[in-house]
């Protein structure tokens, strides 16, 4: 343990699983008191993100449990692959209250705590498809996008109060998220491994170690990022 996030208190939403799950430990290796939401799985509190006044609950139950708040990483993703003509508008809605809309509110519920700690972090998730389309993907891709450039005004709003926000963009991460893609279209992991000069998908613990960094004060000069962590992968797109 490097203790670089002694002190911290942290919310982690989709800490039940892959990437959330390897973030909520990894920061607590670091030495930081983590808060833990998903919708099922070994956490602090299991919730809906979607749901009507989620992230009020979240951010008091987190302050109840922890004393004080001050960085967030909303890990609670959803993402299919669907045509655009098979995109429901029920589907596509979902997609971004999920990816985008819970993050927006869980950021703005917590900005006062925030704010007020002088040194706040956000790390928001992103993905590589925040750079890029692809096909199956316009919904998910929409939001992704949007969570970019919703960091980076987060970034220029939140800055003179000392908070820094930043967006960590995956490439092709082994997760349950994508495990049932990848066991499908078996051409589809291969594709993603060969396109990462480091031939390999990614490994949750090779994005939290980012996010972790992120939090850290050696990131302190840091805000507005968005910092692709994909084996490299981007350099051929
Ligand atoms: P994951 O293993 O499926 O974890 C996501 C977690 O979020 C799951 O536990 C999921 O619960 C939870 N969740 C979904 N909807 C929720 C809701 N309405 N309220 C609360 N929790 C909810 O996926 P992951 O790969 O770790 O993804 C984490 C983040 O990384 C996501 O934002 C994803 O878009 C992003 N990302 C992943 C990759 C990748 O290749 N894996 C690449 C780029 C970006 P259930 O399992 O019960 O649905």
């Given at each position: 343990?490097?203790?670089?996030?002694?002190?911290?208190?942290?919310?982690?939403?989709?800490?039940?699983?892959?990437?959330?799950?390897?973030?909520?430990?990894?920061?607590a290796?670091?030495?930081?008191?983590?808060?833990?939401?998903?919708?099922?799985?070994?956490?602090?509190?299991?919730?809906?993100?979607?749901?009507?006044?989620?992230?009020?609950?979240?951010?008091?139950?987190?302050?109840?449990?922890?004393?004080?708040?001050?960085?967030?990483?909303?890990?609670?993703?959803?993402?299919?692959?669907?045509?655009?003509?098979?995109?429901?508008?029920?589907?596509?809605?979902?997609?971004?209250?999920?990816n985008?809309?819970?993050?927006?509110?869980?950021?703005?519920?917590?900005?006062?705590?925030?704010k007020a700690?002088?040194?706040?972090?956000?790390?928001?998730?992103?993905?590589?498809?925040?750079?890029?389309?692809?096909?199956?993907?316009?919904?998910?891709?929409?939001?992704?996008?949007?969570?970019?450039?919703?960091?980076?005004?987060?970034?220029?709003?939140?800055?003179?109060?000392?908070?820094?926000?930043?967006?960590?963009?995956?490439?092709?991460?082994?997760?349950?998220?994508?495990?049932?893609?990848?066991?499908?279209?078996?051409?589809?992991?291969?594709?993603?491994?060969?396109?990462?000069p480091?031939?390999?998908?990614?490994?949750?613990?090779?994005?939290?170690?980012?996010?972790?960094?992120?939090?850290?004060?050696?990131?302190?000069?840091?805000?507005?990022?968005?910092?692709?962590?994909?084996?490299?992968a981007?350099?051929?797109?």
């Amino acid at each position: 343990m490097s203790g670089r996030l002694h002190g911290r208190r942290a919310i982690v939403t989709g800490a039940g699983s892959g990437i959330g799950a390897a973030v909520a430990k990894r920061l607590a290796a670091d030495g930081a008191r983590v808060f833990t939401s998903d919708l099922q799985g070994e956490v602090d509190q299991v919730a809906d993100v979607t749901a009507d006044g989620a992230s009020e609950a979240l951010v008091g139950a987190a302050v109840d449990a922890m004393g004080g708040l001050d960085t967030l990483v909303p890990c609670a993703g959803i993402s299919a692959f669907a045509p655009l003509e098979g995109h429901s508008d029920a589907y596509f809605r979902q997609v971004l209250e999920v990816n985008l809309v819970a993050v927006f509110r869980l950021v703005r519920d917590a900005a006062p705590l925030l704010k007020a700690a002088g040194n706040g972090r956000v790390v928001t998730i992103g993905s590589t498809t925040s750079s890029f389309g692809d096909e199956g993907l316009c919904a998910y891709s929409a939001s992704k996008h949007a969570i970019l450039g919703f960091t980076k005004s987060a970034a220029a709003e939140l800055g003179p109060h000392g908070v820094t926000v930043n967006c960590v963009q995956p490439g092709a991460i082994d997760t349950p998220m994508t495990a049932p893609a990848f066991e499908q279209m078996p051409e589809y992991r291969t594709f993603w491994e060969n396109k990462a000069p480091l031939r390999r998908l990614g490994r949750a613990g090779d994005i939290a170690d980012v996010v972790a960094f992120l939090c850290s004060d050696d990131a302190r000069f840091m805000s507005g990022h968005g910092l692709w962590v994909d084996g490299g992968a981007m350099v051929r797109h």
